[in-house]
């Protein structure tokens, strides 16, 4: 079956810096685009990062600069650099895979909190 699992959140303090990464099974990984997304409590679930599989990426205003996404497709991996961390990037980041027919899929997701 099909099974997205994030890994690399945690307690880092403001202006430090996170990997976190999603290990993809049971899907064609090279052909989906792959995502973050983040959700905080009272908030709705946001578009953090995506890329394509042909490697192009976008990002949220709130993080462009500071986080970066990238993916490995021989490890069936999609990473997410977080660099410059503050307390608005408290929240459950989720991984999410967009394949089209083939499906869309998410994560359980890992908890990062950014305080002092």
């Known amino acids: 079956q099909v099974q997205l699992v994030e890994s690399g959140g945690g307690l880092v303090q403001p202006g430090g810096s996170l990997r976190l990464s999603c290990a993809a099974s049971g899907i064609m990984f090279r052909v989906y685009t792959m995502a973050w997304y983040r959700q905080a409590p009272g908030n709705q679930r946001e578009l953090v990062a995506a890329i394509t599989n042909s490697g192009s990426t976008n990002y949220s205003p709130s993080v462009e600069g500071r986080f970066t996404i990238s993916r490995d497709n021989a490890k069936n991996t999609v990473y997410l650099q977080m660099n410059s961390l503050n307390a608005e990037d408290t929240a459950v980041y989720y991984c999410?895979?967009?394949?089209?027919?083939?499906?869309?899929?998410w994560g359980q997701g890992t908890q990062v909190t950014v305080s002092s």
């Open positions: 999410n895979g967009h394949g089209g027919w083939r499906g869309t899929f």
